[in-house]
């Protein structure tokens, strides 16, 4: 798992000018082999052939967004440095797929997470409440999650999961404040328990969530930076 973290640390943490060729590359890459090599060329003609050394997310700042037009996500990994400009790859269903410039994903519904890949043990799959649900702050229910074990090998969690609310708060995401309710679910299973959070702003947009995606290595916080 170190080793896992060690590289998302080197190869996430890709700068601005990386997620504004990725922006460009969404709508004409239509496979992942081709967006990286889209990106990588984007990189090198930008910054003379050196990508510029990472940088933290709180050194992001609505300028240097400003070329920005395209939807963007920031996804942290809770208790590492490791972090990732996410823009959108794929859609199907109503399942958007996210990805940073070296093709780490995490898919969503409404903001709601349903898997990932690239994050060492990913959540392949998951069964879980819809963001209106989430957005109402109440009632409980059955969430799933099939998750890849030591040994590479799928397997299924079951969790009795309660929504609650924690009352108004003000969030700042890039330098802009969103008035948002701050939801709670807290979720039991034979496996352990977790709590996830979710910012959600008057329209039901999750604006900021700290989503659970394995247990052993933690939480995604993911921020709505674009629309």
């Known amino acids: 798992m170190g080793e896992i973290l060690e590289v998302m640390r080197h190869a996430i943490g890709?700068?601005?000018?990386?997620?504004?060729?990725?922006?460009?590359?969404?709508g004409s890459q239509e496979d992942t082999q081709g967006k990286a090599?889209?990106?990588?060329?984007?990189?090198s003609a930008m910054t003379?052939?050196?990508?510029?050394?990472?940088?933290?997310?709180?050194?992001?700042?609505?300028?240097?967004?400003?070329?920005?037009?395209?939807?963007?996500?920031?996804?942290?990994?809770?208790?590492?440095?490791?972090w990732a400009l996410m823009v959108p790859f794929q859609t199907n269903g109503g399942v958007v797929t996210w990805s940073?410039?070296?093709?780490?994903?995490?898919?969503?519904r409404d903001g709601v997470l349903l898997a990932t890949r690239g994050l060492g043990p990913d959540l392949m799959s998951a069964e879980v409440p819809s963001a209106a649900r989430i957005a109402s702050a109440s009632g409980n229910?059955?969430?799933?999650?099939?998750?890849?074990?030591?040994?590479?090998?799928?397997?299924?969690?079951?969790?009795?999961?309660t929504l609650?609310?924690?009352?108004?708060?003000t969030i700042t995401i890039v330098e802009r404040n969103y008035p948002t309710r701050h939801v709670l679910e807290h979720c039991e299973g034979a496996t352990g328990q977790f709590t996830n959070e979710?910012?959600?702003?008057?329209?039901?947009?999750?604006?900021?969530?700290?989503?659970t995606f394995d247990q052993g290595l933690g939480k995604l916080k993911i921020s709505r930076v674009i629309d």
């Open 14 to 26: 890709a700068s601005l000018l990386a997620a504004c060729a990725l922006l460009a590359a969404c």
């Open 37 to 43: 090599t889209y990106v990588k060329q984007a990189l």
């Open 48 to 82: 003379g052939g050196k990508e510029k050394p990472a940088t933290g997310p709180q050194n992001l700042t609505r300028a240097k967004l400003a070329r920005v037009t395209s939807p963007l996500l920031v996804v942290e990994v809770e208790g590492t440095s490791a």
């Open 100 to 108: 940073s410039t070296d093709d780490r994903t995490v898919a969503l």
């Open 141 to 161: 229910y059955l969430r799933v999650h099939y998750q890849i074990d030591g040994l590479d090998q799928t397997v299924k969690r079951e969790y009795r999961c």
């Open 164 to 169: 609650a609310t924690d009352g108004p708060k």
């Open 198 to 211: 979710y910012w959600v702003d008057d329209a039901g947009t999750i604006r900021q969530s700290r989503q």
